[in-house]
C-alpha cells in the first residue's frame, strides 16, 4: 500500500519541476553550511523517487515498490535540516510551490514513522499536552504571576482576543512579548481577553511536523473556543500563528472561521492611523527583520515598517527587496533537528544588520527574537535584539 | 542484443497536424497492442512537456513528441529510474531524442538500464530551447515547435537552441528501432518512419504498415556540413576561454557549488556522488568569521575541483545533452567546459559514446597498444 499524504492530485506539482535549479540560488539553510544536502533540489528527488516507487511509473509498471532504507536515512537531514521560510518557491518559475512540498513529503514521513527522534517527542507533547514544549496546559497563563501583569483578562465574551502563542506562553525570552502586547491593549482600554488555559497551540508545528491529524483537531479546537466568546478579531504576536489560523484554518477546519485575524502589528499601526496612539521618532538605528511566515507567506510587509520609521529617524532595510529577506533559521523545528545549522543561519542575518550599522534589531515573531539572540551571541556581536511589541511598550512608556 | 541496420521506410501521410500524423502511429502501437506502454513526453495545461507513462490509446493526443524541450531531465534517467532494478516484464515503448537515446545506450553499459522488453521509438530532432526561453516563449504567444521547424525549414523562426544543440551532430538517434522523422519530410506532408531493427520491423509490420526500401537525407547532410564547422569553431573558442587555472576560475567565479549539473547529468547515476559525501568537505572556521554576512564561503578551488573531479568521473561517457547548462541556476554556460572536456577525451580514445551498445567505455576496457607515448 502506498503511504498517507502521496494523492497524484496533490503531487502533481512535483512532477512539474524543470529542475532549473532557480529554487537554489537563495537558500538560507544552504547560503549559510554550502552543503548541498540543505538545498531545495535533493529533498524533491527524494520525494519524486518515493512518489515514483509507490503510486507514480514504477508503481504503475511494476507495482508499489518498497522505500529503501537509505532515502530515509538521507530525507532526515535534507528535509528537516530546513526552515520552511518559502524562499524556494517565491524564486520557483514553474507554479511547483516548493516549500508547500516539504510539508507534504514530512507529512509522509510521518505517516511512515520515519521522523527524526526531537520532532517525534514534540508530536507527542502537542497531541497530549497541547503545546510542542510538552508543558502542563494548564500552566499556559503562568508568565502572567512571573512578569506580574496587572490587568490579564480573561472574560466570556469579548470584542478583541488575544491568542499568546505557546512559545509567549512557555519560553522566557518570548514572554516579554505577550507582556508588552497585554500592556498595550490594556493602555488603550479597548474590550480584549486572553484565551487562557484552554487555548491549545495553533496547529502550525503539528503541521510542520507532518501530524495532519492534530493539526486539524487543534484548528477545530481554537475555533470553536474563539467562536464561543464572541471574538471579532483574534490579535497574535507569532508569525507561525498568525499564517496557520489565517491562512491554513479554513482547509483545516472545511468553512471560513468567523473572526478576524491580525497581527499586532497591524492593529498598532490601524490605531496609529486612528491617531489612538501617538508614536515619536529617535535617533536609533533601528533594523527590521521580516519574519518568513508574517511576510513572504503572510503578506504583512508595509505595517512593521510604517511603525518602525514613526519611531526612529534611522530605519534601514537589511537588504534586499521588503519581505524578501533572509530566514533567521527559527523556522521549520531546524533548531530540533540541527542546532548548530540554525545557528550557522542566524548568524549570517545578524552578521547582515551588523554590517549596516544596526542598533536595535527588530521582529515581530519569538522563533525569530530567539534565533537572533542566539545568533548575536554566537558571532559575538553587539546589538539589541527586540521584538516590535516590546519596542513599542517602551516607546510608549508603558514599561 | 546485436542490431541489424535495415534501411527500410514507412511512409505516414499527414493526418491534419504534424504532431496528429505523429500520434496515429503511436496510437496504434497502443491499440493493435503491439505494445503495453509508452513512455512519451506529455503537454500540460502550460504548455510545457513531461515524461509520463501511457497504457490507454485514448491518452496518446496529448502526447507531443516534436516539442524542442528537454524539461529538467533527460529521459535516458526516466528510463533507468524504471528498468534499473529489475528488468520490464511487459513491453514498453520509449520516445527518445538524439541525446536521450545516447544517455539510455551508455546508463545500458554501465547496467543502470536494462533493455529487455525496450522498444527505443526515436524521434528527429534539430534543437530543442533552454527550458526558461521556451516558458518565454508559450507566455509571448509564439509556438516553439513551429518556430524551430520554420528555422530549419528557411531560417525563418526562431534558431536559438541550446548551446550544445547548435553543435550536435546526431539529428537522428543512433540507436533505437524506429526513427520518426519528419524534419525533412514534412514540407510535403509526410512523416517517415525509418526501421532500424528486426525489433522494429516486426513492430511496424503488427500495424498493418508496409515498409519499403527509401532514403530521405539529402538535406541534413548540407546542414551537418555548417553544424560540423561551428562544433569545431565553439570547441576552438571554449578552449581559448578556458585555457589554464586563472581563466578556469574566472569561467566559474559565480558558481554556488549547488551541484545541480551534476543532478541533471545523465551519467552521473551514483547513488551517491563524492563531492556529497561526507568524506569532501572541510572546515574554513577562520574564513567563516571573517566573511559572516556572506555565510560559508567557498574558495574558488573548491568550485574548480568539483568541476574537473566531476568532467574526469562522466567526461568519457558525456553525450552532449547539455542538461548541465540549462540546470545552472547562475546561468554559467558549462556546456563549454563540459562539452569540451568530454570531446577532447573521446577523441583520444576514439570513444563514441551513446551509439552502440557493444563499444565499451574507456574505463571498461584496456587496450595494451593505447597511449605508448605515455606509457612505452
Known amino acids: 500500500m502506498a503511504p498517507d ?32 544536502r540543505h538545498l531545495p533540489l535533493p529533498k524533491s528527488r527524494l520525494f519524486r523517487h518515493i512518489f515514483e516507487r509507490t503510486r507514480g511509473k514504477v508503481a504503475r509498471l511494476k507495482g508499489v515498490q518498497p522505500i529503501e532504507e537509505y532515502v530515509f536515512k538521507r530525507a532526515v537531514p535534507t528535509l528537516y535540516e530546513c526552515t520552511l521560510c518559502g524562499s524556494c518557491t517565491e524564486q520557483c518559475k514553474f507554479e511547483v510551490k516548493p516549500h508547500e512540498l516539504w510539508y507534504d513529503f514530512r507529512h509522509v514521513m510521518n505517516a511512515l514513522n520515519k521522523i527524526p527522534p526531537a520532532l517525534k517527542e514534540a508530536r507527542e507533547a502537542i497531541k497530549n499536552d497541547y503545546n510542542p514544549y510538552g508543558m502542563n496546559n494548564e500552566t499556559r497563563m503562568d508568565w502572567v504571576d512571573y512578569l506580574g501583569l496587572e490587568e490579564a483578562p480573561v472574560k466570556e465574551k469579548a470584542k478583541i482576543a488575544y491568542f499568546v502563542g505557546c512559545t509567549e506562553s512557555f519560553k522566557s525570552v518570548a514572554q516579554d512579548m505577550a507582556y508588552s502586547t497585554a500592556l498595550i491593549l490594556n493602555s488603550l482600554k479597548l474590550d480584549w481577553t486572553f484565551l487562557g488555559v484552554e487555548q491549545w497551540c495553533c496547529g502550525g508545528p503539528s503541521l510542520m511536523i507532518g501530524d495532519v491529524g492534530t493539526a486539524k483537531k487543534l484548528a477545530e479546537h481554537n475555533v470553536n473556543l474563539i467562536e464561543s466568546r464572541n471574538v471579532e478579531v483574534l490579535v497574535v504576536t507569532c508569525a507561525t500563528c498568525y499564517r496557520f489560523i489565517k491562512r491554513e484554518y479554513e482547509e483545516l477546519i472545511g468553512r471560513k472561521p468567523k473572526f478576524k485575524v491580525m497581527h499586532g502589528v497591524e492593529l498598532v499601526l490601524k490605531l496609529v492611523e486612528e491617531g489612538k496612539i501617538k508614536l515619536k521618532q529617535e ?34 532595510e537589511l537588504g534586499g527587496d521588503p519581505g524578501k529577506g533572509t530566514c533567521c533559521g527559527g523556522g521549520g523545528f531546524l533548531q530540533a533537528t540541527n542546532n548548530e545549522v540554525r545557528l550557522k543561519v542566524a548568524q549570517v542575518r545578524v552578521g547582515q544588520a551588523k554590517q549596516r550599522g544596526v542598533e536595535v534589531l527588530v521582529s515581530a515573531c519569538p522563533s525569530c527574537k530567539m534565533s537572533l539572540i542566539d545568533g548575536k551571541r554566537e558571532a559575538g556581536l553587539n546589538l539589541q535584539v527586540k521584538d516590535i511589541m516590546e519596542l513599542l511598550a517602551e516607546k510608549l512608556n508603558l514599561i | 542484443m546485436l542490431i541489424k541496420t535495415i534501411t527500410k521506410t514507412v511512409i505516414l501521410k499527414s493526418r491534419g497536424s504534424l504532431t496528429e500524423t505523429i500520434n496515429s502511429f503511436l496510437y496504434l502501437l497502443l491499440e493493435k497492442n503491439a505494445l503495453k506502454w509508452l513512455l512519451a513526453p506529455v503537454k500540460d495545461e502550460s504548455g510545457l512537456v513531461h515524461p509520463e507513462l501511457l497504457s490507454r490509446e485514448d491518452d496518446i493526443s496529448r502526447i507531443n513528441t516534436i516539442a524542442p524541450l528537454i524539461p529538467g531531465e533527460n529521459m535516458g534517467t526516466t528510463v533507468s529510474l524504471l528498468t534499473r532494478e529489475s528488468p520490464l516484464k511487459e513491453k514498453l515503448g520509449v520516445i527518445l531524442r538524439p541525446c536521450e537515446s545516447k544517455a539510455l545506450v551508455e546508463l545500458a553499459k554501465y547496467r543502470q538500464i536494462s533493455t529487455e522488453n525496450l522498444y527505443v521509438i526515436g524521434v528527429e530532432c534539430y534543437g530543442t ?23 530549419f525549414l528557411d531560417r525563418g523562426g526562431d534558431g536559438g537552441f541550446r548551446s550544445s544543440c547548435l553543435v550536435c551532430l546526431t539529428p537522428k538517434p543512433p540507436y533505437s528501432d524506429v526513427n520518426i522523422c519528419y524534419l525533412t519530410s514534412w514540407s510535403a506532408g509526410e512523416v517517415v518512419l525509418e526501421i532500424k531493427t528486426d525489433r522494429g520491423l516486426e513492430l511496424v509490420k503488427k500495424l498493418g504498415y508496409e515498409a519499403k526500401r527509401k532514403a530521405t537525407e539529402g538535406l541534413l547532410r548540407e546542414i551537418l556540413e555548417e553544424r560540423r564547422k561551428e562544433r569545431e569553431k565553439f570547441f576552438a573558442d571554449a578552449k581559448k576561454e578556458l585555457n589554464g587555472v586563472d581563466k578556469l576560475n ?21 547513488k551517491e556522488c563524492f563531492f556529497d559525501s561526507e ?62 572536456t568530454a570531446e577532447r577525451v573521446q577523441k583520444l580514445f576514439n570513444y563514441h559514446p551513446g551509439e552502440n551498445l557493444d563499444e565499451k567505455p574507456p574505463i571498461q576496457e584496456f587496450r595494451e597498444e593505447e597511449f605508448q607515448e605515455v606509457v612505452g
Open chain 2, 129 to 151: 530551447y533552454h527550458v526558461l526561453k521556451y516558458r518565454e516563449m508559450l507566455e509571448e504567444g509564439s509556438n516553439p515547435s513551429e518556430e524551430m521547424l520554420k528555422f
Open chain 1, 5 to 36: 499524504g502521496l494523492e497524484k492530485e496533490k503531487l502533481g506539482r512535483l512532477l512539474k519541476c524543470v529542475s532549473c535549479g532557480k529554487c537554489l540560488v537563495e537558500c538560507p539553510v544552504y547560503s549559510a553550511t554550502k552543503e548541498t
Open chain 1, 283 to 316: 535617533g536609533e538605528v533601528i533594523g527590521y527583520h521580516d519574519p518568513c511566515e508574517l511576510a513572504r507567506l503572510g503578506g504583512v510587509i508595509e505595517e512593521p515598517r510604517k511603525i518602525l520609521m514613526q519611531l526612529s529617524t534611522n530605519y534601514v
Open chain 2, 250 to 270: 574566472e569561467f566559474f567565479e559565480e558558481c554556488i557549488g549547488c551541484h545541480n549539473c551534476m543532478e541533471v547529468c545523465p551519467i552521473c547515476f551514483c
Open chain 2, 279 to 340: 568524506r569532501y568537505p572541510y572546515v574554513t572556521r577562520k574564513y567563516l568569521k571573517w566573511r559572516l554576512p556572506e555565510g560559508t564561503v567557498l574558495l574558488p578551488n573548491s568550485k574548480l575541483q568539483f568541476h574537473i573531479g566531476r568532467t574526469i568521473h562522466m567526461g568519457f561517457s558525456c553525450i552532449h545533452c547539455g542538461l548541465c547548462e540549462q540546470a545552472c541556476p547562475k546561468e554559467i554556460p558549462l556546456y563549454k567546459f563540459f562539452g569540451l
